[in-house]
């Protein structure tokens, strides 16, 4: 399974963006994808979670509002709509992978058997 994310950028504050991910390789049904952020000096975080069957949804308190997790299914590709950005939101944000993963593994980093090498997100204030 590989897992490639693209959509990143400089952006001012208040300003959107949209990640994509893209799934490819041995692409099971069911389990999880996630969308994770990273900034310098920090843990990596949860952001979103998606059920890869049903489409059911988690958000960090931190995204709720802002941000949608989406996923186009026959396209095996999992999108981050990110809107009313901040500074804070600058980070390197990553997608990841759980094709076992249930529902309440949904924001655990380490539940995750696949990532993707990230893209860049800075928000200008």
């Known amino acids: 399974v590989q897992l490639q994310a693209f959509g990143g950028g400089l952006v001012q504050a208040g300003g959107s963006l949209r990640l994509a991910c893209a799934v490819s390789g041995r692409t099971q049904s069911g389990g999880n994808m996630g969308w994770f952020r990273q900034s310098p000096g920090k843990e990596r975080e949860f952001v979103a979670g998606?059920?890869?069957?049903?489409?059911?949804?988690v958000y960090a308190d931190s995204a709720k509002d802002r941000f949608t997790i989406s996923r186009d299914y026959a396209k095996s590709t999992v999108f981050l709509q990110m809107s009313s950005l901040k500074p804070e939101d600058t980070a390197v944000y990553y997608c990841?992978?759980?094709?076992?993963?249930?529902?309440?593994?949904?924001?655990?980093?380490?539940?995750?058997?696949?990532w993707g090498q990230g893209t860049e997100v800075t928000v200008s204030s």
């Open positions: 990841a992978r759980s094709p076992r993963g249930i529902f309440s593994s949904l924001g655990i980093p380490s539940s995750y058997d696949y």
């Open positions: 998606l059920r890869w069957s049903g489409g059911h949804t």
